[in-house]
């Protein structure tokens, strides 16, 4: 069974810094792209950074200039370094791989953290 598994999220205060990781695990042959999205409360998923195995990065609008994204190929992992983090940053968190195995191709999502920011 293939499972992308999440942690890092918590609470923290205005201005700090959170890492997220993400680890892949299961019957996996390859995985190319990992990416990380977030559900702020009452809105729609949205992305905040996607990453090729090459590391080649691009990165959506709603954290751009505050989150890297990173992985580990060896590890089968991916994270998120978020700095400056604000109220509105509250969100679950989600990672997110197309990889190959198997049962062919497909897009994995995993289950989620919920980071907060409040004082």
């Known amino acids: 069974q293939v499972q992308l598994v999440e942690s890092g999220g918590g609470l923290v205060q205005p201005g700090g810094s959170l890492r997220l990781s993400c680890e892949a695990s299961g019957s996996i042959r390859s995985i190319y792209v990992m990416a990380w999205y977030r559900r702020p409360p009452g809105k729609q998923r949205e992305l905040i950074a996607a990453?090729?195995?090459?590391?080649?990065?691009r990165y959506g609008d709603s954290m751009k200039g505050r989150a890297t994204i990173s992985r580990d190929n060896a590890k089968k992992m991916v994270y998120l370094q978020m700095t400056s983090l604000q109220p509105t940053d509250t969100a679950v968190y989600y990672c997110?791989?197309?990889?190959?195995?198997?049962?062919?191709?497909?897009?994995?999502w995993g289950q989620g953290t919920q980071v907060t920011v409040a004082s």
């Open positions: 997110n791989a197309d990889m190959l195995g198997p049962w062919g191709r497909d897009d994995f």
């Open positions: 990453i090729q195995p090459d590391s080649d990065a």
